[in-house]
């Protein structure tokens, strides 16, 4: 099982990032997957999810309206569309497929994903 992020990098307060997940070695018709986030000296936290039944969405509240999750089935791939950046989106941005077979995205507590990427260092900054 592989997930590989990429997009991250440098913008400025207000610009616009898009992020991918790309995935390998497990059934991906059949998990959700879910993006987080970890700036220095917090937490890891839940930032996105999209189940692959029906495509259905979630965010965190500190996102909605900003960011907006997809995912390309023909290329196994998550994207995670990041508009109107803010300092305090600067963080590494992990993706993960949810833990145990399922198509529908569980609570966005990192208990419940695994196969954790590497992550890609986003930072907004002026």
């Known amino acids: 099982v592989q997930l590989v992020e990429s997009g991250g990098g440098l913008v400025q307060p207000g610009g616009s990032l898009r992020l991918s997940c790309a995935a390998s070695?497990?059934?991906?018709?059949?998990?959700?997957i879910g993006w987080f986030r970890q700036a220095p000296g917090k937490e890891r936290e839940g930032v996105s999810c999209v189940s692959t039944s029906d495509g259905t969405t979630y965010y965190a509240d500190s996102v909605k309206g900003r960011f907006t999750v997809s995912r390309d089935n023909a290329k196994n791939t998550v994207y995670l569309q990041m508009n109107n950046l803010k300092p305090e989106d600067t963080a590494v941005y992990h993706c993960?497929?949810?833990?145990?077979?399922?198509?529908?995205?569980?609570?966005?507590?990192?208990?419940?994903?695994?196969?954790w990427g590497q992550g890609t260092q986003v930072t907004v900054s002026s």
């Open positions: 070695g497990f059934s991906w018709d059949y998990y959700a």
């Open positions: 993960a497929k949810r833990s145990g077979l399922g198509r529908l995205c569980p609570n966005l507590h990192a208990i419940n994903f695994d196969s």
